[in-house]
């Protein structure tokens, strides 16, 4: 994962600081994260989900509000109208520098506002929430006890989570009269809902709400004990697995960029260390992603197949492939192909059939399972047809792997 340190112009002309993580290679699309009420782009739960959307090739731009942060402004001075028009802007800069986010994604109070933006941002094609409110008025409830001064002095000091902040009376009159409810209706986009039964400080019916004013297509995830502001790193990056996966859907032929290079083959493979725990590796293959690793037991982290294990996945696919079509064109009963492999090492005197002598040899067990109203001759038939896929005799030829530095 790389990351920049950008700035741009915010909605009442002050410099917002950001930050925009980005995957090796090109990236298949970009998000855009807006953090929760009184926390900041750099919150352990916005960067763990960011890194772990770079691993899945999506870039990430979370950034500081007005006035927080690092961001230049007065927070007195904002509203959440004001939030809106800095994610308006913050979807602009990407627009102008690559391309526009196709991902939304809010936490807390920055769910609410990316319901709110989602739809004058033309590229989002997939909205996600983390423990939002339904209502951006719900905020209020954090300075409740001080609600009658900013009513009658027109602002207070409030103190929530520890910090101090100035709320003016323009704040609660901006919350209050958001039509959040219609904008849910009317989103016309893919939603995800991420929220904590358990949430203490946004509570589960919010998401229920959510929920039942969106229109299809719209999924929901509970994240079980995890707390408002997912401290524990391991719901952060349960968050950012699924959103992967789920945002994979919406992306569809949107996502037509590689991090293979353009001036290589279409059929290139690149590999890169995710510098996210040790060994982990990012395979991609076209604008197809997955994890690769180590396990625990050789000081992995065990976060995707090892290099044997997609070797065997790949003679176990390019079987069933071969066995499929051999079957369709024969117009034979076959119902399901399933391939089983073990990869192991055994000594080279054990195998009968091998030339080499002496050392250790790899070794692939494969068994295959055929269902289907097939006779004993189409079976077997079947069985030499395994040998003859194109990985299969691959593996068995002598090869030659060509390895160069490059810049």
Sequence with gaps: MRSEKITFEGAQGHDLAGRLDLPEGTPRAYALFAHCFTCGKDINSASRIARGLTDHGIAVLRFDFTGMGHSDGEFANTDFSSNVEDLLL?????????????????HSLGGAAVLAVAGEIEEAVAVATIGAPSDPNHVAQLFAESRAEIEEKGEAEVAIAGRTFRVRRKFLEDIEAQ????RIATLRKALMVFHAPFDQIVGIDNASEIFIAAKHPKSFVSLD?????????????????????????????AVAASAVDSDDAED?????ETGNGKYAQMVTAGHHRLAAGEPESVGGTDNGPSPYQLLSAALGACTSITLRMYADRKKWPLEKVSVRLLHTKIHAEDCAECEAREGKIDRIEREISLTGQLDE?????????????PVHQGLERRNEVLTRLVD
Excluded at 225 to 253: C, I, N, P
């Design 268 to 272: 290139a493979v690149t590999v890169a």
């Design 225 to 253: 004990k995890a707390d408002h502001l997912l401290s524990d790193k391991a719901d952060a990056d349960y968050v950012a697995q699924v959103l992967a996966a789920w945002s994979a859907r919406y992306l569809g032929a």
């Design 377 to 389: 001759e189409q079976r077997g038939r079947l069985l030499e047809i395994a040998d003859k896929c």
């Design 179 to 182: 039509p959040q409810k219609a």
């Design 90 to 106: 913050a979807a602009r800069y990407l627009r102008e520098r690559d391309e526009g986010p196709k991902i939304l994604i809010g």
